[in-house]
T-cell receptor, first 116, second 117 residues
């Protein structure tokens, strides 16, 4: 069974600063994808960044980057130059690449608040 | 591209009535759609996986006779909450998988807030 753990229920950061959200996962699979989703107050789920397990290079999308440590089964999200619009719930998610249906496994989420 | 719509965005109904929520993939075909339930400040809880042309697969603990799912076409899945009660009040989110894309990526609808009085 796949499990995703986010150990930080809430975090806060000042605007323009950097913050890192933690995520660990457990799986016996070797080939999978990892995602970070953002859910702002509108509650629309938005994909922030994705990582392929077989790629050692960490994914980067503008101010968002990940630190993917496959052996440690760790997948943290770093947000640089935080903006007020980054305030949201962030979910880490896992999907087995070989899954027929492509079911996503979510962590419990981290509520990030960016303050002026 | 890859837009998923949900209708209605919110609904209020009386206890005992049935409510239907539609989930549509607007610009791609989705053989697989997912239905989630989300309580405030909590994660998404998968209720069922919907496959076009076949019966839905329900997660353990989800009453399939209460939450009827129909995936009649490659762009439409519906969730019907039958004989709704106040405890069914929640935020329901659907997602659709675009199998033409890599990453087993799911695209999410904007959600439906259901309030049962």
């Amino acid at each position: 069974a796949q499990t995703v753990t986010q150990s930080q229920p809430e975090m806060s950061v000042q605007e323009a600063e950097t913050v890192t959200l933690s995520c660990t996962y457990d799986t016996s699979e070797n080939n999978y994808y990892l995602f970070w989703y953002k859910q702002p107050p509108s509650r629309q789920m938005i994909l922030v960044i994705r990582q392929e397990a077989y790629k050692q290079q960490n994914a980067t999308e503008n101010r968002f980057s990940v630190n993917f440590q496959k052996a440690a089964k760790s997948f943290s999200l770093k947000i640089s130059d935080s903006q007020l619009g980054d305030t949201a719930m962030y979910f880490c998610a896992f999907v087995d690449r070989g899954s027929t249906l492509g079911r996503l496994y979510f962590g419990r989420g981290t509520q990030l608040t960016v303050w002026p | 591209g890859a837009v998923v719509s949900q209708h209605p965005s919110w609904v209020i109904c009386k206890s005992g009535t049935s409510v239907k929520i539609e989930c549509r993939s607007l610009d791609f075909q989705a053989t697989t759609m997912f239905w989630y339930r989300q309580f405030p400040k909590q994660s998404l809880m998968l209720m069922a996986t919907s496959n076009e042309g076949s019966k839905a697969t329900y997660e353990q603990g989800v009453e399939k006779d209460k939450f009827l799912i129909n995936h009649a076409s490659l762009t439409l899945s519906t969730l019907t909450v039958t004989s709704a009660h106040p405890e069914d009040s929640s935020f329901y989110i659907c997602s659709a998988r675009d199998q033409e894309r890599a990453y087993n990526e799911q695209f999410f609808g904007p959600g439906t807030r259901l309030t049962v009085l």
